[in-house]
């Protein structure tokens, strides 16, 4: 029933045992104050079979500050190894602790915290905007919220029964086979992911069958507001992309549990099958996390100079292209891998082109902003300081586009 589980896979670790045995008793309080003030009925009914989605989203958000908090935990555990280590020393981690942790930080802060925040913001938000009562599918949105919560599951029982991958956050073969981690890490890794991808799919339909069939009567497309605009080409590629990260997965489960060779030589297999396969996900992944962001920039921008967003058409067709472009673009994550001039050359163009309609966002905010009566408020301080770090770091990769320059600088 436990597969490849044993009471093997309890571990011994001190600090392992030290942070299970903190969490137990931290949840065991919780458990407690639940009890003693007679919440579980409130809790039940209010919350956790409740299809409002308000709620959801509220949820959301708590699943994800609280995964946060392990995520944070994982850097600093990362960043105690490495100063302790300096100088020849072992550090406080041994080897497969740290990379079982350097995997679990990456997938926990993409999945499990950057992920839910977006969900949950559009859960809140997505509906009071444009004036329905609830999403499309008020069940499938809880499924997809509990869908969720499994997955986190799975993440955190292996910090205490078994072990994570020790592969990286994108698992990539040979080293996620059965030959080089022939444990139950990659097992977790791959479940949580299916589990939570799958939740995350069924949530993309729902948000996109909810904007296009239940917005108020006399709201046209082009009369919604940016940041629904911006979740629902977030939704169309959740759609399009989840799917692939799911084969993408199924074919190394395959490869480790019947034996296959997708992504390996033997048989006719090939890790770069693997590696474009996840980065065709992985990317629009990227937009995924960042659209929903911009429409939030772009209504704090709007309200806080109190004037309407300079060039709304504008700011929606550059949504529409990045949604395009971010399934152009995958293969300039790996340059240096060996595809050859010409599709480098191609996926190098795509890259710059896709900086433009991005481009159009920042002037299109800085227009906003001009000849505004602007109020420098916390939210237009972070608005601030996220337009500049973003410009910055889109003019180097503008930079790195280019596949020369990629071939001396990549690490």
Known sequence: MLGK????????????????????????????????????????????????????????????????????????????????????????????????IFTAHGVIMIFFVAMPLITGLMNVVVPLQIGARDVAFPFVNSLSFWLFVAGAGLVMISLGVGEFAQTGWLAFPPLSGKEYSPGVGVDYYIWGLQVAGLGTTLSGINFFITILKMRTPGMKLMQMPIFTWTALVTNVLIIAAFPVLTITLVLLTLDRYLGTHFFTNDGGGNAMLYINLIWIWGHPEVYILVLPAFGVFSEVIATFSRKALFGYKGMVYATACIGVLSFLVWLHHFFTMGSGANVNAFFGITTMIISIPTGVKIFNWLFTMFRGRVQFTTPVLWTIGFMVTFTIGGMTGVMLAIPAIDFVLHN
């Open 5 to 100: 589980l044993t009471f093997a896979d309890i571990p011994h670790d001190p600090i392992i045992i030290t942070t299970l045995i903190g969490a137990g008793i931290g949840g065991l309080l919780v458990l407690a104050l639940i009890t003693k003030f007679k919440l579980w009925g409130y809790l039940w009914k209010e919350w956790f079979t409740s299809v409002d989605h308000k709620k959801i989203g509220v949820m959301y958000l708590i699943v994800a500050f609280v995964m946060l908090l392990r995520g944070f935990a994982d850097a600093i555990m990362m960043r105690v190894q490495q100063a302790m280590a300096a100088g020849g020393n072992e550090g406080i981690l041994p080897p497969h602790h740290y990379d079982q």
